[in-house]
């Protein structure tokens, strides 16, 4: 059986980046705000670049601190609006 894949968002690193800086934040002030064991800066800059897909709690924070729903960060159609 072969591996289910799916569309990457491509938007999504950029969404993520601006999000941080809306917050006016540094990448380990933002670990600080996510708040889950096991998230270190370096996948802070991981999201950011698209190295790494971060995982759907992870989402579901930045969509919280941001006050919006989670569709905006992984729908590239939808932009993130600015604070």
Known sequence: MGRNTRPRPRRLASKLRQIRTSLGLTQAEMVKMLRFRGVYQGHVSEYERGVREPPYPVLLKYARL???STD????????LSER
């Open 72 to 79: 905006v960060l992984i729908d590239d159609k939808l932009k």
């Open 66 to 68: 941001m006050g919006i």
